[in-house]
Every structure is written in structure tokens, then in C-alpha cells.
Nanobody, 119 residues
Framework: QVQVVESGGGLVQAGGSLRLSCAAS????????MGWYRQAPGKQRGLVAI???????NYADSVKGRFTISRDNAKNTVYLQMNSLKPEDTAVYYC?????????????WGQGTQVTVSS
């Protein structure tokens, strides 16, 4: 079993910053990527940022230059630093770990943390 727990969401004014954290514990397989996704009301869940096992990162166009994803491999933890927040960033943010062994891959999700940006 793998447990994924997010923290750090909250209410912030436009232009402010928040830092999300996510930690995985339990029967950790080889981590192939760690990512953050978000889902706003009435919209589908979409990728915000991802970091792969070799350290490569990718961001949604809407957050480039404002958000930074980072990790602490020793702690199996991934972070999302969010700066210059906008009301349209309001969503539930989910952490994802993609782990694998050989040809098999498994996705593990956190429970989600609410981020609300007021105008």
C-alpha cells in the first residue's frame, strides 16, 4: 500500500503565494514521475506540473514562470511553489506519483487540497 498526503492549500489574495507539499509513504516502488494536477468546478482534472525521475520538468502554459515544482528524493516528497497567484488558479490540487516495476506502472493520488485565490 502507498499513502499520498498533500498539504499547504488555503485561501490567498491574488498576487500572493502558496507552497504545496506532498509526501508518499508505504510500499514505495521506483518513482518514475511526480506531478501536480488541478480540477476547478465544472472542469476536468488537468496537469499543472510534473517532474520525472531524471529531473526533467514540464508545466502547463498557464502556470509557466509562476509555479515551480521541486522534489526531495530522500523524503519521497514533491513541492509546488505557486507565486503570483490568480483567481483562475482556484481549484482542488492533486498530487500524483507514478511508480513502476519493469513493464508495470501504477498511479497513486492524494486526496486533494483546496487552493482558493480571491480577487
Amino acid at each position: 500500500q502507498v499513502q499520498v498526503v498533500e498539504s499547504g492549500g488555503g485561501l490567498v489574495q491574488a498576487g500572493g503565494s502558496l507552497r504545496l507539499s506532498c509526501a508518499a509513504s508505504g510500499s514505495i516502488l521506483r518513482i518514475r514521475s511526480m506531478g501536480w494536477y488541478r480540477q476547478a468546478p465544472g472542469k476536468q482534472r488537468g496537469l499543472v506540473a510534473i517532474i520525472t525521475s531524471d529531473g526533467s520538468t514540464n508545466y502547463a502554459d498557464s502556470v509557466k514562470g509562476r509555479f515551480t515544482i521541486s522534489r526531495d528524493n530522500a523524503k519521497n516528497t514533491v513541492y509546488l511553489q505557486m507565486n503570483s497567484l490568480k483567481p483562475e488558479d482556484t481549484a482542488v490540487y492533486y498530487c500524483n506519483y507514478r511508480m513502476g516495476r519493469g513493464a508495470y506502472e501504477y498511479d497513486f493520488w492524494g486526496q486533494g487540497t483546496q487552493v482558493t485565490v480571491s480577487s
